[in-house]
């Protein structure tokens, strides 16, 4: 878990040094950071019976690959290599809108990142945590029932995984256009 940390954190840090170094100007071209789409997404009626279906499809496929790559001999390589790729993301995107719009966009990096990372960060955790004593588990030699049973944990494990994207999903579609509108305004 420590190193996990460490990992995200110092992924996060290049992120910040990666936007600092490319400057305000790549910054304010990035779409979601852009004044224009700000303005206009805190207009926007968004539907979220529309936005779960486009949503549904873009996540479950990125969930569905990592348990497949996960499942080989590089899983926990594999989860720390998403987690790297969340780490620089969220370090670039809280760079360009601290460029942006000044303190106020760590409120706006927060609009874009809640309620639904709440559900999203643990899973990832946890699914780690697991993968690691299922890969452990494989190594030694245990007696067939309790083989059995860690693949049954394992498999529980990855069953909660589902649920509780499918709740990040939810609260993506329904709440977080709502959140992130009212963080728009307290920004604007």
């Known amino acids: 878990m420590k190193k996990n940390t460490a990992l995200f954190f110092l992924v996060f840090l290049s992120g910040v040094i990666c936007a600092n170094i490319l400057g305000v100007v790549s910054g304010r071209e990035l779409g979601a950071m ?7 997404y805190m207009y926007a009626n968004i ?7 486009f949503l ?12 497949v ?16 790729y969340l780490g620089f993301s969220v370090g670039f995107l809280s760079v360009i809108a601290i460029m942006n719009y000044g303190v106020k966009g760590i409120l706006l990096i927060f609009g874009f990142f809640l309620p639904q990372w709440i559900f999203y960060a643990p899973m990832l955790v946890l699914w780690r945590y697991e993968l690691r004593n299922f890969k452990r588990a494989r190594k030694e030699y245990v007696p067939t029932e309790q083989k059995r049973r860690r693949r049954i944990k394992f498999a529980i494990t990855m069953l909660l995984a589902g649920i509780m994207i ?7 579609s329904y709440w977080n256009p709502l959140f992130l509108q009212n963080m728009i305004r307290v920004v604007g």
Not at 34 to 40: D, G, Q
Not at 56 to 67: N, Q, T
Not at 166 to 172: A, D, H, Q, T, V
């Open 166 to 172: 499918l709740i990040g999903l939810f609260m993506e």
């Open 69 to 84: 790559l996960s499942i080989g001999i590089y899983g926990t390589f594999i989860i720390d290599a998403y987690i790297c």
């Open 34 to 40: 852009n004044e224009y789409f700000i303005n206009r």
């Open 47 to 53: 539907q979220g019976k529309e936005l779960f279906p």
């Open 56 to 67: 549904f499809y873009k996540r479950i496929p990125e969930f569905l690959m990592l348990l």
